[in-house]
């Protein structure tokens, strides 16, 4: 029985043609992934079926009836519910009040709390996803607050589950549970849909594959008869190659180090402790780890945003004594950052601007304060074709550019700069394949040029592919240090959990 039906489904953005005429069917009690690089329309055409878009022409069909799907209201009464990749939950209620907020039970005019945490207890027993309904929502992991997301739309009757990007914030541990899950709402018949572009998840979870691009469906298989390469061919158009061969080159001079560092984190609590390592030129150095053990608290002192508590830091043989972002730069450092959006764009500045930041204030962009619009879009307009930016169009708001372009935008201001040490941390989170392997084509083309580079990343393969040398950091410490050829992920797994140490490579 079909569960969705989307027929020539059209919607068109004024610069986009966000999905051409989309036909798929879904069947009821599949657990069905829909697939594409960012920007392919997958998103687009989900958040149309759950009335957060208006497509411009084509049918909706739910459980073989036509419908007319103008709001979320309107999906929610069909039995679809959607948990976005940006969960849309309030910190300070608890898990009950998130879950029953516009439907709460009553009795008379009061709210009836108690009945619902009574409510929130039992359909979480009945699907296993087991919570606290009386924590506050702003103490609670990222896996927990998602199971309130789900939770929230179970309460509301939902059949059709559609989940945009669910794994994007999750550890490697919170993902299998979620799956779990997954399999568990399928076995009751749930229909689930799955966005992502993460190839090996979706192998593992779905029993059918979508896979768009550039708006077009171009196939659905059986996940029995397809893999990981034809998948990849099937979203990019081309075959995708991410076992990049290393830059076979000799690391030069120290470009980067720090010394005897210990950091508190904004709790107070020393989140990093007594860690030394360099950098050189023309190396990689990763930085491996279970989100949590210190990551964030050794790029915020190195942009200075935390101040260490001892320790120091030197860029070219030279301690910075005052570390601020500015002092960092102007010293030769650029910065891939993890959240693109808060830390690498001024989302409501457009392509133009964005690019130039951080060179706005020299010689040929600005003359006496005055900025030279010419040289700034004919530097902009070459980045974007150099970084292959799509749409390529200067004046777009850095905001209507899909994840995997608003990272080449970083890219291509960032290794403009006058640099010879990268801070990457986690430069492929969120990015589809295409994004990914671009990415480390361009880092690995940066240590050509005789870059030094820290890898920040929890990408095992990741940091197994690229990396020269590898840094192992539990609980606030470097517990190992290893190259990629004398070790395997499984090694630096146990090393991650803190039940293995390994001495340094001298």
């Known amino acids: 029985m079909e569960a969705l039906g989307v027929r020539n489904i059209v919607k068109q953005f004024p610069n986009v043609l966000a999905n051409d005429k989309v036909t798929l069917s879904i069947e009821k009690g599949e657990i069905f992934a829909l697939v594409g690089e960012n920007g ?5 055409l989900m958040k149309i079926v759950y009335g957060l878009y208006t497509p411009n022409s084509g049918e909706i069909y739910v459980f073989g009836k036509k419908e007319d799907i103008k709001t979320p209201q309107d999906s929610i009464k069909l039995k679809i519910g959607m948990v976005h990749q940006e969960f849309m939950l309030i910190p300070r209620f608890t898990v009950t009040q998130n879950i029953v907020l516009g439907d709460e039970p009553h009795k008379g005019f009061v709210f009836d709390y ?3 945490i009574s409510e929130v207890r039992e359909i979480s027993d009945k699907f296993g996803l087991k919570i606290d309904p009386t924590e506050k929502v702003e103490n609670l992991p990222v896996g927990i607050q998602q199971r309130v997301e789900i939770l929230k739309i179970l309460r509301r009757g939902a059949e059709i589950l559609i989940f945009d990007e669910p794994t994007a914030v999750l550890t490697p541990e919170e993902t299998s549970e979620l799956f779990k899950t997954l399999n568990a709402l399928k076995q009751d018949g749930k229909t689930i849909i799955f966005i992502s572009h993460k190839l090996n998840e979706v192998m593992e979870i779905a029993d059918r594959i979508g896979v768009m691009r550039r708006g077009e469906l171009q196939g659905i298989v059986n996940k029995s008869e397809t893999n990981e390469r034809e998948l990849a061919r099937m979203m990019v158009g081309r075959d995708v190659v991410l076992e990049l061969p290393k830059a076979n080159v000799k690391a030069g001079d120290e470009v980067f180090s720090v010394s005897n560092l210990n950091v508190k984190n904004t709790k107070g609590i020393l989140g990093l402790k007594g860690v030394s390592f360099s950098v050189h030129a023309r190396e990689i150095v990763g930085i491996a780890g279970v989100e949590g053990n210190g990551q964030a608290e050794l790029v915020n002192a190195i942009l200075g945003f935390l101040k260490p508590t001892s320790g120091k830091i030197s860029i070219n043989g030279k301690e910075i004594k005052l570390i601020t972002p500015y002092n960092m730069r102007t010293r030769g450092m650029s910065y891939i950052p993890e959240d693109r959006k808060r830390r690498g764009l001024v989302l409501p500045f457009r392509a133009r601007e964005n690019i130039i930041m951080g060179q706005h204030t ?3 962009f600005s003359n006496r ?3 030279n619009d010419k040289e700034i879009d004919a530097f902009a307009t070459k980045k974007l074709q150099e970084f292959d930016v799509r749409p390529p169009d200067i004046y777009s708001k850095a905001e209507s550019f899909s994840g995997g372009n608003q990272q080449k935008i970083i890219l291509a201001k960032e290794m403009s700069l006058k640099h010879n040490f990268l801070l990457a941390s986690q430069p492929t989170r969120g990015l589809d394949i295409g994004a990914t392997e671009f990415v480390y084509k361009m880092l690995v083309e940066e240590k050509k040029k005789g870059i030094g580079i820290l890898l920040i990343s929890l ?7 690229l990396s020269d040398r590898i ?10 240090e290893v190259t990629p050829e004398e070790t395997t992920e499984e090694e630096l797994g146990l090393m991650m959990l803190g039940l293995k140490r390994k001495e ?3």
């Open 40 to 44: 392919a329309g997958k998103s687009t």
């Open 114 to 116: 108690l009945r619902a």
């Open 362 to 364: 020299l010689y040929p």
């Open 369 to 371: 304060g005055i900025l």
């Open 459 to 465: 990408e095992l393969s990741e940091i197994m592919g």
């Open 471 to 480: 840094l192992v950091l539990y609980n606030g410490e470097i517990v190992g």
């Open 504 to 506: 340094r490579v001298q």
